[in-house]
């Protein structure tokens, strides 16, 4: 099997990285779980959702984290966060080569909702701490459950981040936008819309992510050492400048699109020949389309 999508997270961080490279920190044998759900009677995982260790990248020592969407959507706790934050505090320590993320998470797990929140809150907080010392943090997405939440925004703190069409990135989910603003805003259940307007091509279009790649672990694997050397070559640490630009880049999407109903009158809009036909199209062709009609810094 070389879908992405479709691998768990130690599957993942098997196929991705060196072969028999990874060596993980804190196994479930360890059986640190979240203090948490057993309270609550609710079940509990020894990873409790994510793997965190170092591994080979091309030859190149790498410290790496992978979410399992298989164990409540990859939804972040106290342990959970903690063993994220850990992870990227020890990439600072060793002066790691680099962190790569292979995220797939729903954001913070309700069950444990302030520790949940506070532990997002730290991950982002290490995440920039590393960028700082000059470490880049490249973030993958490309599994079923997508990036939103609280890791939406863990996401777009990284250096790059590198999606499939099949991942989705946002804040909030469809189904919490319908919720709070009610289906006539947005329907979750019109699934190609859901797609549409968080799926990899609109987040590469719109500037959110920096490569866009086929549903392939290999095709994952060479945009994660392409995006962290072209990361080094850019500057890693978020300057002053960067978020000005991000500031100014958002600030263009709402004047431009802010009026849109629909992703395809923003692809439209970007001056894409045929926005109907997007959808369909395959990674590399997609990819040759929309070449000077996307926003911010996509590769």
């Known amino acids: 099997m070389n879908s992405y999508l479709e691998l768990t997270a130690r599957e993942r961080l098997a196929r991705l990285f060196d072969q028999g490279s990874f060596k993980e920190f804190l196994p479930?044998?360890?059986?640190?779980?979240?203090?948490?759900?057993?309270?609550?009677?609710?079940p509990v995982a020894f990873d409790d959702g994510v793997a965190v260790g170092r591994a080979?990248?091309?030859?190149?020592?790498?410290?790496?984290?992978?979410?399992?969407?298989?164990?409540?959507?990859?939804?972040?706790?106290?342990?959970?966060?903690?063993?994220?934050?850990?992870?990227?505090?020890?990439?600072?320590?060793?002066?790691?080569?680099?962190?790569?993320?292979?995220?797939?998470?729903?954001?913070?797990?309700?069950?444990?909702?302030?520790?949940?929140l506070i532990a997002v809150s730290e991950v982002m907080r290490a995440l920039l701490d590393a960028r700082a010392a000059g470490i880049p943090v490249v973030?993958?997405?490309?599994g079923s459950n997508g990036c939103f939440g609280g890791m939406g925004i863990v996401a777009r703190c990284a250096n790059a981040v590198v999606m499939s069409e099949?991942?989705?990135?946002?804040?909030?989910?469809?189904?919490?936008?319908?919720?709070?603003?009610?289906?006539?805003?947005?329907d979750s259940r019109d699934r190609a819309l859901v797609w549409r307007t968080t799926g990899g091509k609109h987040r590469y279009l719109m500037g959110d992510c920096h490569a866009i790649v086929p549903d392939?672990?290999?095709a994952f694997r060479a945009a994660a050492i392409d995006?962290?050397?072209?990361?080094?070559g850019a500057g890693v640490e978020l300057s002053l400048a960067t978020l000005e630009a991000e500031q100014a880049l958002l600030g263009q999407r709402i004047a431009r699109f802010g009026g849109c109903a629909d992703p395809l009158d923003a692809w439209r809009e970007l001056g894409l020949p045929d926005p109907a036909a997007v959808p369909m199209m395959e990674a590399d062709a997609f990819s040759a389309l929309a070449a000077g009609h996307t926003l911010g810094g996509a590769q």
């Open 56 to 116: 080979l990248l091309d030859g190149q020592p790498v410290l790496c984290a992978a979410q399992e969407g298989g164990f409540m959507g990859g939804a972040v706790g106290e342990v959970h966060g903690a063993k994220l934050t850990g992870l990227l505090r020890r990439a600072v320590q060793e002066r790691a080569g680099a962190v790569v993320l292979l995220l797939e998470s729903g954001g913070v797990r309700l069950h444990e909702a302030n520790a949940g």
């Open 216 to 218: 392939e672990v290999q």
């Open 28 to 42: 479930p044998s360890a059986r640190v779980a979240s203090p948490h759900l057993g309270q609550l009677n609710a």
């Open 166 to 186: 099949e991942g989705r990135l946002a804040m909030s989910g469809p189904e919490v936008i319908e919720t709070a603003s009610g289906v006539e805003e947005f």
């Open 139 to 142: 973030a993958l997405v490309g």
């Open 227 to 232: 995006a962290i050397a072209h990361s080094r």
